[in-house]
C-alpha cells in the first residue's frame, strides 16, 4: 500500500459497527462500539480503509477498514497534527453510550451471581435508558420535554451506579459537573441527591408528557394531569339486520354513584354489517380525551348500547315502505383498570358480550348497563356477562371487539407524537363536565385552540303521558331543535354521537307502546356564544305507528321547552327539570308558546301563576311531564346571579348592598369566580379607589381580595396564576391602590398584634398569597410613576413611608413572645420572601435588606425562640440568601451578619443545627460563585474585595465554631454538611486570610490549641467512612483543599513549635499526613486505567506531594526526631508501603533515620526493629499492603544507607536483610490468605514465617502467634495429628508457674499452668481424633504428674480413664461402625505418601521447581489430590507419571505438577531391641516417625524377551530424604535430599520373590488369630501362589537365571542366583504352612480346591526338586514339610491358640533359645538363627490382589504404575504392564498393591547375638511394586534395601579391606554379609555415630532451617564373583524378602558388583533445599527394542571409577574415596 495514496480525510470521528482482529503490526483492534479517530483515507467505496486511533487509547495508531465505520458529525480543534475532535451529538446521549457500556462489563456477574431481582431491574432500566437516548437524538422535543427526558435518564444512572457500585458521576442538568465550577456545598448536595436516587426501589422519574408503560402507578408517580384512552372499534360480531348505530361510552363509581363520564362515540354500521363510512374499514378511532390518574387507577366500565334503525317490529322489516325509527336493540358491558393491565403489550384487546334486548327487557333498556355493571362489581369479574338469567337472556354470542390504548400529556402533543394515527379521522370524544384541575385550557374548546369551550349538555330522561281512549301506550318519538331568541332554528349545534356530523335535529328512539318511555340519551348543544342567550331547546312529542309509511308524516301530540337563559343571561341551574307539555294544534308553531311557563312546577309557583297569559292557545296539561337534566360547560356564560351585583356595584339597584355583594363573592361558586377573574379584580380595585367604598368596606374589600388569591394559590385553580399575572401586567391600571392595600394589611396586622387572644385566620390568609398583595402594591407604584401628569414629589417617600409602616408592624409582631402569636409568626416568617422580587422593582437591594434586617434583628435570641419558629426563621434566611439581595454587595454585608450571627448561635446551642448547616451551605456557595464571577472580571475589579472582606468576616465568625462541632460529631453523618462548609471556607481562602487565621486571629497560647483542633477535624476528613465509597469525585475534591491548606498549617508547626517543641502537635501532624497519604481514595492504583489518568491530570498524586512534605518537616526536626521513636515506626512503615514509588522513595529514608537515631541513643536499634517487624507483620497480613517492588526497594534503600553508616554497617545489614526475608514469606502468605483452594499455601507460609520467627528473627511472641495461626488452619482442615503437633509447639514453651498469662490470640487471661493444661488437653484430643494415640501418651503421662503433684485426682481418674483408652486403641484399633457387631474392630490404617512436584517459574517462591513429600489421609485418594492441586493451582498441568524432572518444564512459564506414590523408610527403634514388639506397635512407625522416602522406576535392559520379561526388568530407586519428619506441623515437607540406585533384573527377581513370602507368611499369621477374616485372602494367595498362570512360577527364574549360561556370564551376581535359589525354597516352606492351615479351616464344600491345591503344590515342589534348586542344608531357613515334623508340630500348637482380644497378632515359632534382640530399623525384618522364618509383610484385604509397577520401555516416559494382576500372577502382570500408562480410574476399586502399601507391617524376627562393638545388621525391605489404588490411595511400595551412604565429611575416607568370605562369629556364630548382597568378601567396620544425609535429625523441626542439599553419586561396579560359603555355614540372616541382611554405615560400604553392561551412569539430584532441583540428566543408555525404546544391550564403556560410588577392584586393599560436598555445585564430586 503505497504512502502516497493515504489523504488527510474529511471524516473524522465514527462509530465501529462491525469487529476488526488487527492481527497485523500497523492494524488497528476494534471492537463494536469504539469510537475512532480518523486522520487519514485510503483508497473509496467498501474497500476503503482508515488510519486513525480510538478514543479510549488515543496512543496507538493503527489502520482498518471504512466498511466497519459508521461516520458521525463531529468538530474538529486545531486542525492538523494536534487536532482533537468533539461528536456533535447530545452529551447526554453520549453519555447513555458510555454507561450502558460501562454496564455491559458487570452484567455477567449479575447474571452469574445471586441478584436475579437486581438483574431484572437493571435490564429494565437499560431498556429504559435506549429509548430515551432515542428520543433525544430524535431532535423533535420541545426544550422542556428534552430537559425532563435529561432528568429522567439521570435519575436511571444514578440508580444504576449505585446499585452496581460503580461510582458516583455529579451532574447538573444532566451535565457532569466541573468540580473547579461547582462550590464543595454544591457538590456535596448533589451527591446526596443522588444517593436518595439511589436507596429507591426504582429510578425517580420527573417526565410529564413521555410513558410508554400504562401501569397505574406509574401514572400516579409521574403526576401526568391529562391520559387519553382511544378506543378501536375492531369488530362488529351483531346480526342486527338493519342499519345500527353503536353508542360507546365511559363510565366510572364516583362518590358511590354510578355515572357517564364522557360522551357518546357513535359507530354507524349498515345492515350488512360494514361501516356507513367505508374509508373508516379498519381504522374506526375514538379518543376519550382529558381523563385523569385517578380515573385511570380505578375500574373503567366501557358501556356499549346498540340501535337499530328499521320497523318498529323485526317482522315488519320485509316491507320497504315501512316508516323508519330508531329502536333499541342490545347493550353490553366490559370493565378494565389501567394501572392492572400489563405494561409489555401497548395495546389491549377487548370483547364485549352484547345483550340482545327482548319485550320485556325494552322498557328498561336505559338501565340495562346499569345492572351489568352491578353485577360485574359484584362478581368481581374482568369480563362482560358471562351468564344471565333465562328470563332475561337475549341472544347470546354476539360480540363487539375493541382495542385499548392509552395516551399522555396534552391532547396536541399526542397528535404530534401520532400523527398517522390522527390523519386517518379520529374521534375525539370530550368529558362531560370540566376537568378535576382547572385551567385556562379548560375553558377552550377541544380541538380549536383560542376558542372558549361553551356546550350545554341536554339529557331526554323519560316521560309520563296519558294513555287517553287508547287501549295501550303510545310509541313516543321526541325531536329535539334549538332557536334562537327570535324564534329562528339554529342548524347545526346538536351532537349527540361524536365521531358523527353535528344535527339539526335530534330524534330519540321509540319504545314499543310506551306512556312512561326512559330514554336517557344525552345531547351536546354547542351554540354559538353570541346566539346561546335568549335561546330555546323545544321537545316534539311524536307518536308513531307501526304500520307508518315512509312518506307519511309523523303526528305531532304536543311540545315542550325551555329557555336556556334569562334577561340576565343567566343560564339555566344544572339538574334535573320537569317539563310542561302543551298540546298544540297543526295550526301553531311551538316557537309562539316561548314566552309561557315551561316549568311543571310554574303552575303551581305562586309568583309565576301572575305571570301566565289568561287566554293561552293551548293548555299543559299538568299530568303529562317530560323529564330532562342539563349541564353548562362554558368558559363564558353563568348559572350564578349574585355575580352582576359585583360587576355593576355602581348600579342603582346595588347601592347599599356593597357589604352584601362582597359577602355574596365569597361564599360563589369557585368555578364562577375564576371564570370571570378580569371582571371581578377590576370591579373590586374599583371600589378601592373610591372614597366612599374604602371608608365604609376597606377591610371587607381587603379580605375578598386575599380570598380571590387564596382560591388561585388552590392546587385546582393554580393554572390560573399565569392569568393574573397577565391581568397585573396588561389589564391592571390602580394607579393608587397601594396606600389602601398597604393600610389594610398594616391594620389586619396590628389588630391580631392586639388581639392575639383571638387566632386571626384573616391574617394567615393575607401572608399565604402576600406575593399577590406586594405584586399589587408594586405595579400600582410604578404605574403611578408612569402617571406623569399626577406625580407628586412626595409620592416616593409616601410609598416607603407605607412600607417601613408595615415592615415595622411586622417586626413587632416577630418580637413577641407570645405564643398565641405562634402561629401569626410562623406564617410571616413562612412567606415573607415572596416580597423580596416585586420590592426590588421599585426599591434597591439595600433598601429592601434593610426593612428584612429591621424586622428580624427585633426577634428574641435563639435560646427564647422555639423550634418551631427558629426552623422557620432560618427557612426564611435560606431564601433570602438565593435571591438578588445576596448578590449585591451593600445588601449581603447587611445580611451576611445577620445569617452567621443565626447560624453560629444554631450550632453552639445545639439548635434546629441541620438547618443552620443548610443555610451555612447556602451562604459559602453563594460566595463561591461570587468568587468566581469576580475572578472572571477581574480586570475592572467587580466585587473582589467585598467578596475577599465576607470570606474573612465568615472565617473570623464561624471557623472555629465549625472545627468544634465536627470535632463533636466526628463521623456522624450530620457532620457531612458541616465538612462540605469548612472545605469551602478553606478552598476559598487566600494567603492573607490564613495568616490572619493563625497569627492575627489565634496568636501566641491560641495557636498551639487551635492547630491541634485543626489537625484532628483533618483526620476526621481522611476517614474513608465520612463520606460514601462511591463518593470518588467528593473525595479527591476534599483532599486536594485538605492538601493545599496543609501547606499552611504544617508551615505555622515547623515555624512556631521547631523551638517551642511540641510532641503532641507534632506527633499529630504526621500521623494526619499518614492517614491521608494511605487513605483508600487516594490509592490511584485501584481505580481504572482512565479515571486514575483523569485524577492524575487535574490534581497530581497527591500522596507523592505530601511524602515529600513529611520527609522534608521530618528532616527539619535534626535531633528531636527521637522524640518519636517507636512511636511513629507504624504510622511510617505504613506509609512506605503505600502503591507509589515516589511516595516509597522518599519515606523510606525516615525508617533508617529511626534507625540510625537509636543507634546513636542507645547503641542499638533493637526497639525499632522489634517496633518494625512487629507492625510489618500486622500490615502485610492484615491489612494487605506492599509488594514485590517495596520488598527490593526496602532492601536497596536501607542496605546502600546502613552500609554508609559505620556503626549500623554489620548488624543493619543482617537486620534488611532478615526483614528482606521476613517479607518475601509475609507477601507470600498474603497472597493466600483467602480461600479455600488456598488452604494449604496457607499453611506453607505459615509454617515459613514460624520457623522465622524462631530461628532468625528470635521473636517468641510473634512465633507463638503462627503457632496458633497454623493451628487454627489445620483444625479446619480437619489435620488433627498435625494440629496437635503444631499446638504442642506452643505448650512446651509454658511452664507449671502461677504466672498470670494476658488474653489474647483467642485466649483469656489465665495462669501459665492454666493455660498449659487446657493445651494439653486440646493437643490430647487432637491426637485422638486423629489417631495418633502414641504421640498421646506422654502428654497424658506428664499431665499425670502434675495431676497427681497437685492432688487433683478426679482429673487424674479422667486422665487415667482416657489414656487407657489409647492404650486399647492402638492394640484393638477402631470399633466398627455396625451397632449389630461391637466386637468388630478395624486396624487402623496407615497414611498415604505422595511426591509432588512443582515445574515453572510461574509458581509461587516457595514452591517452585521443588519437590515435597505430601502425607495424606488414611483414605485419601489419588483423584482427591489431584482435584485438590489442580484447584490450588487452576492453570497447572498435572503430569502423572514418575519420569525424571525435565530442565524445560522448570524454566518455562506453563506450571506442571508431577504427583506419584512413594513409600516411607522406617526409622530406627533402639527401644524395640530384644523385644517381642506387638504388630499394632511397629505397624505405626512403619509410617511414622519417617523422612525417608523411596520410589521405583521400572525398565528393561537391554533387548526385551516377550516369553520371559524378567530377564531384563530393571529397577531405578529413588530415595528421599525430607526436610522434618512425618507426621509434623505440616503434612508436607519439601524433599533436601536424594539418591539414585540401579538394581539389576536378578535382584528385581529377588524383590518380587521376598515380597511375596513375607506377604504370605504375613497372611498366614494373620488367619491364624482371626480365620474368620483372613481365610479366603489366603485361599486366594496360595492359589495363585501355586498355580502361577501369569508369570509362569520357578521355570521363569529357572530359565532367567538360574542356569550355567547365566552363571557364566555374570559371575558377580553369584550371591544373588545363591539368595534366588533360597529364596525359592523358602516360597515351598511357607507355602507348606500355608496349606496346612488351608487344609485346617477349609470348608467342606471347598474341599475339592484345597486337592487340587495339594496336588499342585506336590507337582511344583517336584519341579524345584528336579530343578535342583531347593536347599535343605540352609539352616537359616524353613525345611521341607515332608523331612521335618517341626513345622507341624509348631502349626498345630498355633491352630490350637485364639487371641483373646479379637485381632491378630504376630506368632514367634522358637525353635532355639532365645537370644538379645540388637537394635533394628523396623523397616526390615529379621530371620531367626533357626530354620523356622517368619516375617511380616503388610497383606491386602479380601477381594484384592497384587501385582508388579508397570514397566515403560526406556527412555521412554515412565508411568506411575500399571494396573494390578490378577492374584498370584504378579510377575507376568509386571511384565505386561510395560506397555501400560494406567491411571487411578483403571484400578479396582481394593486394588492388592495398593493395600500392601497401606497395611505395611513388619515383625521383627530374632537376630543372632553381635559382639557389643558391632552395630545390629540391617535387613533390607521387601519390594512390593504397585498401583495407587483408587479407593485407598497410598504410596507405591518400591521398598529396597537401604541404600549404602558414604561419609559425607570432606576428609572421611573407607579404609582399604581385602575381600574375604563371610564369616561366623566366635561368639554369636553370626554370619555377616554385605549390605547390598555382596559375596561377603570385605569386612564391615564399625559404624560411627548418624553422620550420613540420610540419617535422623536431631535437631528440633523448629529450630531447623532448610538443610544444605548434598549430593551422593553411586555407581556400583562389578568385580569378581568369589566362591559361596560352604553350605554348612550359611547362616546368612535374611530379610523379611529373603535378601541377606545388609549392615548401614555411613562411613563405607561396597555394594555388589553389577556387570559392565548394566552399568548405568547415575547422578544425585543436588541443590534440593535451595529449590532449583537442578540436576543432570541420567546418562540413557538404552536402545530401541520391538516394544519401544529402550536400554542398549551394549552401552558404552563405564570407567572403574567416576562420580559415584567407586568402584570394586579384585586388588587386595581397595581404597574408597569419600564424597566431598561443594556448595554451589550441582554433582558432589568424589
Excluded at 462550590?183 to 444517593?195: D, G, K, Q
Aim: charged letters at 25%; one cysteine or more.
Amino acid at each position: 500500500m503505497p504512502m502516497s495514496s493515504w489523504t488527510p480525510s474529511s471524516d473524522k470521528f465514527g462509530v465501529a459497527v462491525g469487529n476488526y482482529a488487527g492481527d497485523q503490526s500497523k492494524s488497528l483492534a476494534i471492537q463494536v462500539g469504539d469510537t475512532v479517530h480518523i486522520l487519514e483515507k485510503y483508497g473509496s467505496g467498501p474497500t476503503a480503509w482508515y488510519r486513525g486511533t480510538t478514543m479510549k487509547n488515543k496512543e496507538k495508531v493503527g489502520i482498518f477498514p471504512a466498511s466497519i465505520i459508521h461516520i458521525k458529525k463531529c468538530t474538529v480543534e486545531n486542525n492538523g497534527l494536534y487536532e482533537t475532535v468533539k461528536p456533535v451529538e447530545d452529551h447526554m446521549a453520549r453519555e447513555v453510550s458510555y454507561v450502558l457500556w460501562e454496564w455491559s462489563h458487570m452484567w455477567k456477574q449479575l447474571a452469574t451471581g445471586e441478584k436475579s431481582v437486581l438483574l431484572a431491574k437493571v435490564r429494565q432500566n437499560v431498556e429504559e435508558l435506549i429509548n430515551l437516548r432515542s428520543q433525544l437524538i430524535n431532535d423533535t422535543l420541545s426544550s422542556t420535554d428534552a430537559r425532563d427526558i435529561r432528568r429522567d435518564i439521570v435519575s436511571i444512572i444514578d440508580w444504576g451506579n449505585a446499585k452496581l457500585g460503580i461510582d458516583l458521576v455529579p451532574r447538573i442538568d444532566g451535565e457532569q459537573v466541573d468540580v473547579d465550577c461547582c462550590s464543595v456545598c454544591n457538590l456535596y448536595r448533589i451527591h446526596m441527591n443522588s444517593a436518595e436516587i439511589a436507596q429507591d426501589d426504582k429510578p425517580k422519574r420527573h417526565t410529564t408528557k413521555r410513558q410508554k408503560s400504562s401501569k397505574g402507578e406509574v401514572i400516579a408517580e409521574l403526576g401526568i394531569i391529562t391520559h387519553h384512552l382511544l378506543i378501536s372499534f375492531k369488530n362488529f360480531g351483531c346480526n342486527v339486520g338493519d342499519p345500527s348505530e353503536t353508542m360507546l361510552s365511559l363510565y366510572q363509581v364516583k362518590d358511590g354513584h354510578l355515572s357517564c363520564i364522557t360522551e357518546q362515540f357513535m359507530v354507524c354500521y349498515t345492515k350488512e354489517g360494514g361501516p356507513e363510512d367505508q374509508s373508516k374499514l379498519g381504522d374506526y378511532y375514538g379518543l376519550f380525551t382529558d381523563l385523569t390518574s385517578d380515573e385511570l387507577e380505578k375500574e373503567l366500565y366501557l358501556v356499549a348500547q346498540i340501535y337499530r334503525k328499521g320497523s318498529m317490529k323485526p317482522e315488519n322489516q320485509k316491507k320497504n315502505n315501512r316508516a323508519t325509527f330508531k329502536r333499541p336493540w342490545g347493550v353490553g358491558v366490559v370493565n378494565f383498570t389501567i394501572a392492572s393491565l400489563s405494561s409489555a403489550v401497548k395495546m389491549w384487546t377487548f370483547t364485549i358480550k352484547i345483550q340482545n334486548v327482548t319485550d320485556k327487557t325494552e322498557p328498561h333498556f336505559a338501565g340495562l348497563h346499569e345492572e351489568h355493571i352491578n353485577r360485574l362489581t359484584q362478581e368481581n369479574k374482568d369480563k362482560s356477562l358471562e351468564s344471565l338469567p333465562a328470563q332475561q337472556t337475549g341472544k347470546l354470542g354476539l360480540v363487539l371487539t375493541v382495542s385499548v390504548q392509552v395516551f399522555h400529556g396534552d391532547l396536541t402533543t399526542v397528535k404530534k407524537e401520532n400523527p398517522v394515527m390522527f390523519s386517518k379521522g379520529v374521534a375525539l370524544i370530550q368529558k362531560i363536565g370540566f376537568a378535576d384541575i382547572i385551567s385556562p385550557v379548560t375553558f377552550a374548546s377541544p380541538g380549536h385552540i383560542g376558542e372558549i369551550r361553551n356546550d350545554f349538555y341536554v339529557t331526554l330522561k323519560k316521560a309520563a303521558l296519558e294513555r287517553g281512549n287508547k287501549t295501550s301506550g303510545k310509541n313516543v318519538e321526541v325531536k329535539v331543535t334549538v332557536y334562537n331568541e327570535s324564534g329562528q332554528e339554529v342548524k347545526g349545534c346538536i351532537v349527540y354521537g361524536c365521531g358523527e356530523k353535528a344535527l339539526n335535529s335530534y330524534q330519540s328512539s321509540v319504545y314499543y307502546h310506551s306512556n312512561h318511555a326512559e330514554w336517557d340519551e344525552t345531547i351536546r348543544l354547542s351554540v354559538p356564544i353570541d346566539t346561546f342567550p335568549g335561546c330555546h331547546v323545544c321537545f316534539e312529542l311524536f307518536h308513531c305507528s307501526v304500520s307508518q309509511k315512509k312518506d307519511s308524516g309523523r303526528k305531532m301530540f304536543g311540545f315542550a321547552f325551555f329557555r336556556v337563559t334569562n334577561k340576565s343571561n343567566i343560564v339555566i341551574r344544572d339538574g334535573l327539570h320537569e317539563l310542561c307539555v302543551y298540546k298544540v294544534s297543526d295550526n301553531h308553531h311551538p316557537k309562539q308558546f316561548f314566552r309561557l311557563p315551561f316549568l311543571l312546577d310554574d303552575f303551581n309557583d305562586p309568583q309565576q301563576i301572575n305571570n301566565i297569559p289568561k287566554h293561552m292557545f293551548s293548555k299543559a296539561n299538568e299530568r303529562e311531564s317530560l323529564t330532562i337534566a342539563t349541564l353548562l360547560c362554558s368558559g363564558k356564560f353563568t348559572q350564578n346571579g349574585d355575580l352582576p351585583c359585583i360587576l355593576n356595584w355602581r348600579g342603582e339597584e346595588f347601592k347599599g348592598k356593597l357589604d352584601q355583594s362582597l359577602d355574596t363573592l365569597c361564599k360563589m361558586k369557585e368555578d364562577e369566580i375564576v371564570k370571570f377573574l378580569h371582571d371581578i379584580l377590576n370591579s373590586l380595585f374599583d371600589m378601592m379607589t373610591d372614597r366612599v367604598a374604602i371608608e365604609t368596606c376597606a377591610p371587607k374589600i381587603f379580605k375578598t381580595l386575599v380570598h380571590i388569591f387564596t382560591l388561585i394559590h388552590h392546587v385546582r385553580y393554580e393554572m390560573f396564576k399565569p392569568v393574573l399575572e397577565s391581568y397585573i401586567t396588561d389589564t391592571f391600571s390602580a394607579t393608587l391602590v397601594h396606600k389602601p392595600l398597604c393600610s389594610c394589611f398594616q391594620r389586619m396586622v396590628d389588630d391580631a398584634y392586639v388581639h392575639h387572644e383571638k387566632q386571626n385566620l384573616q391574617l394567615i390568609q393575607s401572608f399565604q398569597v402576600i406575593d399577590f398583595i406586594f405584586r399589587f402594591i408594586v405595579q400600582s407604584r410604578l404605574l403611578q410613576q408612569k402617571d406623569l401628569f399626577n406625580q407628586r414629589a412626595s409620592d416616593a417617600q409616601e410609598f416607603q413611608d407605607n412600607l417601613q409602616g408595615l415592615f415595622r408592624s411586622i417586626g413587632t409582631m416577630l418580637s413577641s413572645t407570645d405564643r398565641k402569636l405562634q402561629s401569626n409568626q410562623s406564617c410571616i416568617l413562612t412567606y415573607l420572601h415572596a416580597v423580596y422580587t416585586p420590592l426590588l422593582e421599585v426599591l434597591k437591594e439595600r433598601e429592601v435588606s434593610q426593612l428584612v434586617n429591621e424586622a428580624l434583628q427585633r426577634m428574641p435570641p435563639v435560646t427564647s425562640l422555639p423550634d418551631d419558629i427558629t426552623k422557620v426563621k432560618l427557612e426564611l434566611l435560606r431564601r433570602t440568601v438565593s435571591t438578588r439581595l445576596f448578590k449585591c454587595d451593600v445588601s449581603r454585608h447587611v445580611l451576611l451578619d445577620l445569617c452567621m450571627k443565626e447560624v453560629k448561635s444554631c450550632l453552639e446551642q445545639k439548635h434546629q443545627t441541620k438547618l443552620a448547616i443548610e443555610l451555612y451551605m447556602d451562604i459559602m456557595d453563594q460566595i463561591f460563585q461570587l468568587q468566581k464571577t469576580s475572578e472572571t472580571h477581574r480586570l475592572i475589579d467587580f466585587g473582589t474585595d467585598s467578596v475577599r472582606e465576607n470570606i474573612k468576616n465568615i472565617m473570623e465568625t464561624l471557623f472555629d465554631a465549625t472545627l468544634e462541632q465536627i470535632i463533636e460529631l466526628s463521623t456522624n453523618p450530620a457532620s457531612v454538611g458541616l465538612i462540605a462548609c469548612l472545605l469551602e471556607n478553606l478552598r476559598l481562602m487566600e494567603d492573607e486570610h490564613f495568616s490572619a487565621l493563625m497569627f492575627v486571629n489565634h496568636r501566641g497560647p491560641k495557636l498551639h490549641g487551635f492547630l491541634m483542633k485543626v489537625l484532628l477535624v483533618f483526620k476526621v476528613l481522611v476517614d474513608p467512612h465520612i463520606f460514601p465509597q462511591d463518593w470518588s469525585t467528593m473525595r479527591m475534591v476534599s483532599n486536594h483543599i485538605m492538601f493545599l491548606s496543609m501547606e499552611h498549617f504544617a508551615d505555622a508547626i515547623q515555624k512556631h513549635f521547631t523551638k517551642d517543641f511540641s510532641v503532641e502537635i507534632w506527633n499529630m501532624y504526621f500521623n494526619l499526613v499518614v492517614a491521608f497519604i494511605t487513605q483508600p481514595s487516594l490509592q490511584l492504583d485501584r481505580y481504572s486505567e482512565v479515571k486514575a489518568e483523569k485524577f492524575r491530570n487535574r490534581y497530581q498524586d497527591m500522596r507523592v506531594l505530601m511524602g515529600v512534605q513529611v520527609e522534608t518537616l521530618w528532616q527539619s526536626l535534626g535531633v528531636l526526631r527521637r522524640n518519636f521513636m517507636p512511636a511513629l515506626m507504624g504510622p511510617f512503615l505504613q506509609l512506605t508501603l503505600v502503591p507509589a514509588v515516589e511516595v516509597r522513595k522518599a519515606t523510606l529514608p525516615i525508617i533508617f533515620d529511626m534507625m540510625a537515631c537509636e543507634q546513636k541513643v542507645h547503641g542499638h536499634f533493637n526497639i525499632v526493629a522489634s517496633s518494625l517487624i512487629e507492625r510489618l507483620d500486622f500490615l502485610l497480613t492484615q491489612e494487605h499492603m506492599g509488594d514485590d517492588q517495596y520488598m527490593e526497594l526496602f532492601h536497596k534503600m536501607l542496605m546502600e544507607r546502613v552500609r554508609s553508616e559505620p556503626d549500623l554497617k554489620e548488624t543493619g545489614e543482617h537486620f534488611v536483610t532478615s526483614v528482606t526475608h521476613l517479607l518475601e514469606k509475609l507477601l507470600d502468605y498474603r497472597q493466600v490468605v483467602d480461600g479455600d483452594e488456598n488452604k494449604d499455601k496457607r499453611m506453607h507460609c505459615t509454617f515459613n514465617i514460624l520457623n522465622f520467627y524462631k530461628d532468625e528473627l528470635n521473636r517468641e511472641e510473634m512465633y507463638i502467634r503462627y503457632v496458633n495461626k497454623l493451628h487454627e488452619l489445620h483444625m479446619v482442615a480437619n489435620n488433627y495429628a498435625e494440629a496437635g503437633l503444631t499446638l504442642q509447639l506452643y505448650a512446651k514453651s509454658l511452664g507449671w508457674s502461677d504466672k498470670l498469662l494476658p488474653a489474647g490470640l483467642s485466649y483469656t487471661e489465665q495462669k501459665e499452668r492454666d493455660r498449659k493444661e487446657m493445651l494439653y488437653r486440646q493437643i490430647i484430643n487432637s491426637f485422638d481424633k486423629g489417631k495418633v494415640w502414641e504421640y498421646a501418651l506422654p502428654l497424658c503421662k506428664d499431665l499425670a504428674e502434675y495431676y497427681e503433684q497437685n492432688f487433683e485426682y478426679k482429673k487424674l481418674g479422667d486422665l487415667l480413664k482416657q489414656k487407657a483408652s489409647f492404650y486399647m486403641k492402638i492394640m484393638e484399633a477402631v470399633p466398627g461402625e455396625n451397632p449389630d457387631n461391637p466386637e468388630d474392630f478395624y486396624p487402623r490404617q496407615e497414611p498415604a505418601y505422595y511426591r509432588v512436584t512443582y515445574y515453572g517459574k510461574s509458581f509461587p517462591l516457595f514452591v517452585r521447581n521443588k519437590q515435597f513429600i505430601y502425607r495424606g489421609d488414611e483414605c485419601l485418594k489419588l483423584a482427591t489430590i489431584i482435584n485438590h492441586l489442580s484447584a490450588e493451582f487452576p492453570l497447572a498441568q498435572i503430569i502423572r507419571n514418575n519420569n525424571p524432572e525435565n530442565e524445560a518444564l522448570k524454566d518455562g512459564e506453563q506450571q506442571f505438577i508431577q504427583i506419584c506414590s512413594v513409600k516411607p523408610i522406617p526409622q530406627d527403634r533402639p527401644e524395640f531391641y530384644g523385644k517381642d514388639i506387638p504388630l499394632e506397635i511397629r505397624n505405626f512407625y512403619m509410617c511414622n516417625e519417617v523422612d525417608t522416602f523411596q520410589f521405583d522406576r521400572p525398565y528393561h535392559q537391554g533387548v526385551k524377551d516377550p516369553d520371559n520379561e524378567i530377564k531384563t526388568l530393571c529397577i531405578e530407586r529413588m530415595k528421599m530424604k525430607t526436610a522434618y519428619k512425618f507426621p509434623g506441623i505440616l503434612r508436607w515437607f519439601e524433599v533436601i535430599d536424594m539418591e539414585v540406585e540401579m538394581l539389576s533384573p536378578i535382584r528385581v527377581a529377588l524383590e518380587q520373590l521376598k515380597q511375596r513370602n513375607g506377604e504370605l507368611q504375613v497372611l498366614i499369621d494373620r488367619c491364624l488369630a482371626n480365620p474368620k477374616l483372613y481365610f479366603t485372602q489366603l485361599e486366594m494367595r496360595l492359589n495363585g501362589t501355586i498355580q502361577a498362570v501369569v508369570q509362569g512360577g520357578v521355570s521363569k527364574f529357572h530359565e532367567a537365571f538360574l542356569n550355567t549360561e547365566f552363571e557364566s556370564q555374570h559371575p558377580e551376581d553369584a550371591i544373588y542366583i545363591t539368595q534366588l535359589k533360597e529364596l525359592l525354597t523358602e516360597q515351598i516352606s511357607v507355602l507348606g504352612r500355608g496349606m496346612q492351615m488351608h487344609k485346617k479351616f477349609v470348608p467342606p464344600d471347598l474341599m475339592p480346591l484345597h486337592q487340587n491345591l495339594e496336588q499342585a503344590f506336590k507337582k511344583m515342589r517336584s519341579q524345584l526338586q528336579d530343578l535342583g534348586e531347593l536347599h535343605l542344608s540352609q539352616v537359616s531357613l524353613c525345611s521341607q514339610v515332608s523331612q521335618t515334623s517341626l513345622t507341624s508340630q509348631v502349626l498345630d500348637s498355633e491352630l490350637g491358640q485364639s487371641s483373646s482380644s479379637g485381632s491378630f497378632s504376630a506368632v514367634s515359632f522358637e525353635v532355639k533359645p532365645k537370644v538379645d534382640i540388637p537394635p533394628q530399623d523396623v523397616l526390615f525384618n529379621f530371620a531367626p538363627t533357626d530354620r523356622t522364618r517368619w516375617s511380616y509383610v503388610p497383606f491386602p484385604e479380601e477381594g484384592t490382589w497384587s501385582g508388579p509397577p508397570p514397566v515403560p520401555s526406556r527412555p521412554s516416559s515412565l508411568q506411575l504404575h500399571g494396573n494390578a494382576s490378577q492374584p498370584g500372577n504378579e510377575t507376568m502382570s509386571l511384565l505386561k504392564a510395560s506397555k501400560m500408562s494406567v491411571s487411578t480410574g483403571n484400578l479396582p476399586r481394593h486394588s492388592t498393591v495398593v493395600k500392601h502399601f497401606s497395611e505395611r507391617k513388619a515383625v521383627p524376627s530374632i537376630p543372632p547375638k553381635r559382639r557389643p562393638s558391632e552395630r545390629p545388621i540391617y535387613p533390607s525391605a521387601p519390594t512390593i511394586p504397585s498401583t495407587p489404588n483408587a479407593g485407598l490411595l497410598t504410596p507405591t511400595l518400591n521398598t529396597s534395601q537401604t541404600a549404602p551412604v558414604l561419609d559425607s565429611s570432606p576428609n572421611a575416607e573407607t579404609p582399604d579391606l581385602p575381600p574375604r568370605k563371610p564369616r561366623l562369629s566366635h561368639d554369636t556364630k553370626e554370619f555377616s554379609t554385605h549390605l547390598n548382597g555382596d559375596t561377603g568378601s570385605r569386612p564391615v567396620p564399625p559404624l560411627p555415630p548418624r553422620q550420613h544425609h540420610l540419617s535422623e535429625s536431631n535437631v528440633n523441626p523448629l529450630r531447623q532451617t532448610s538443610p544444605v542439599a548434598t549430593t551422593a553419586v553411586r555407581q556400583v561396579s562389578p568385580v569378581s564373583s568369589p566362591a559361596p560359603p560352604p553350605t554348612h555355614q550359611r547362616h546368612t540372616h535374611l530379610s523379611e524378602g529373603g535378601t541377606p541382611l545388609r549392615q548401614t554405615s555411613p562411613v563405607t560400604s561396597t555394594p555388589p558388583p553389577l556387570p559392565t553392561h548394566l552399568r548405568p551412569t547415575v547422578q544425585m539430584r543436588s541443590n534440593v533445599a535451595n529449590g532449583n532441583l537442578d540436576s543432570k540428566e541420567m546418562s540413557d543408555t538404552s536402545s530401541s527394542t520391538s516394544d519401544g525404546p529402550t536400554r542398549p544391550a551394549n552401552p558404552p564403556p563405564v570407567p572403574r571409577r567416576s562420580s559415584g560410588i567407586p568402584s570394586i577392584p579384585s586388588s587386595p586393599k581397595p581404597k574408597a574415596q569419600p564424597f566431598s560436598y561443594n556448595s554451589g555445585s550441582d554433582v558432589t564430586k568424589l
